[in-house]
């Protein structure tokens, strides 16, 4: 399972008690806000593309959209989202559980600005009912991002 591939991750850091379980499902940006309860916009949502040839993962706040010409300014071709099937095959966490950590090899994460306003945000852990809270710090260093983008849009400070 996708979760225990994200506990042991995070073992090696004695940070795995953190991981957080849910009875109620977590899979979509409110549905964890409503388990976490807190507001959606600290959810740390991860969504999985496809750049050329690459798997890309950007980590966004909850309440962020991808602005299509920032997208493209950025990796250079439009977004186009993986399918469910590509998601769990390319990234190794199906859709409702994609997170930054424990990915398989190849696949390149990005944090957008978004979640910079935020002390702690709340990524999925592998399932669609885990999550973990994580300061920013702890999101760069656990995520192994490779930068920090502005794809997004519609979100306030």
């Not at 990796?75 to 994609?98: I, N, P, Q």
Request: contains cysteine; proline residues 4%; aromatic residues 10%.
């Amino acid at each position: 399972m996708s979760i225990e591939k994200v506990r042991a991750y995070f073992r090696q850091y004695g940070m795995e008690d953190r991981v957080l379980e849910f009875p109620v499902s977590s899979a979509t940006v409110e549905l964890a806000a409503s388990a976490l309860g807190c507001e959606p916009c600290r959810i740390a949502k991860t969504l999985a593309f496809q750049v050329h040839d690459r798997t890309v993962l950007v980590v966004a706040a909850g309440d962020a959209r991808i602005d299509n010409p920032k997208y493209k300014a950025q990796f250079g071709v439009k977004a186009k989202m993986l399918s469910l099937e590509d998601t769990a095959a390319r990234v190794g966490h199906a859709v409702g559980g994609v997170c930054p950590f424990a990915v398989n090899p190849g696949v390149d994460v990005y944090l957008d600005e978004s979640l910079k306003r935020f002390q702690t945000v709340f990524p999925a852990c592998g399932s669609g009912n885990s999550a973990i809270e994580l300061t920013i710090p702890e999101l760069e260093r656990y995520s192994a991002f490779l930068a920090w983008v502005d794809v997004c849009k519609d979100w306030s400070v």
